[in-house]
């Protein structure tokens, strides 16, 4: 399996401020994706991270609210912009290493207030 | 469009008995994949076991099974001697292979494991 860091953990922020995810892991991969899983619900694709190249945004998702940067084939952020107390959630990446290996990282817990 | 349906929202299990979770699934794709995952109060997603769309035989992981009915569109998971160590959310996702990788999620099932 792959070894997948995520920071913060979890953070609290004030309605309007901006929060940045790091994902880091511990091999090379070429597709990194962002979900989202808001309170009691299952697990949404925000978008994929491909390096080199811009992020691909699933609908309802949309780069001024989400920033991605996939900078090299191991780390990428994830932006929460101008945040709402209806971004509280979990976010999590995950890689796919193969076909049939898709790992997570441990999510970060974040709460607006 | 894709789709996952998970029909349990919660299930109870004795400890040491087995206890199976449904998945049906959507796809008109021929080549997809089914993936199961853990997820305890602490919010991390452990994978648990996969199912390709052309594997012949079902998938086993340890204490997990994976009983793929191909023509049915189901792939429920099947955990033999209950832990107390399993409760838990569990959910089932399809990938599509010519989606670019993402995942579609179920809304997942959350299962209690008595002592």
């Known amino acids: 399996s792959a070894v997948i860091s995520q920071k913060p953990s979890r953070d609290i922020c004030q309605r309007g401020t901006s929060l940045t995810i790091q994902c880091q892991v511990d091999?090379?991969?070429?597709?990194m994706f962002w979900y989202r899983q808001q309170p009691g619900q299952s697990l949404t694709l925000i978008a994929t991270?491909?390096?080199?190249?811009?992020?691909?945004?699933e609908s309802g998702f949309v780069i001024d609210k989400f920033p991605i940067s996939r900078p090299n084939l191991t780390f990428s952020t994830l932006t929460v912009s101008n945040m709402s107390p209806e971004d509280s959630s979990i976010y999590l990446c995950?890689?796919?290493?193969?076909?049939?290996?898709?790992?997570f990282g441990p999510g970060t817990r974040l709460t607006v207030l | 469009a894709q789709k996952i349906t998970q029909t349990q929202p919660g299930m109870f299990v004795q400890e040491k008995e087995a206890v199976t979770l449904d998945c049906t699934y959507d796809?008109?794709?021929?080549?997809?994949?089914l993936f199961w995952y853990k997820q305890p109060s602490s919010g991390e997603m452990i994978f648990l076991i996969y199912q390709g769309s052309y594997d012949q035989q079902n998938a086993t992981e340890g204490r997990y099974s994976l009983n793929f009915q191909k023509a049915r569109k189901s792939a429920n998971l099947v955990i033999s001697a209950s832990q107390l160590g399993d409760s838990a959310m569990y959910f089932c996702a399809i990938w599509i292979y010519n989606q670019g990788g993402k995942l579609i999620f179920g809304q997942g099932t959350e299962l209690s494991v008595k002592p």
């Open positions: 796809t008109s794709d021929p080549s997809y994949g």
């Open positions: 995950s890689v796919e290493r193969e076909y049939n290996e898709q790992f």
């Open positions: 991270a491909n390096q080199g190249s811009e992020a691909t945004y």
């Open positions: 091999s090379q991969v070429t597709m």
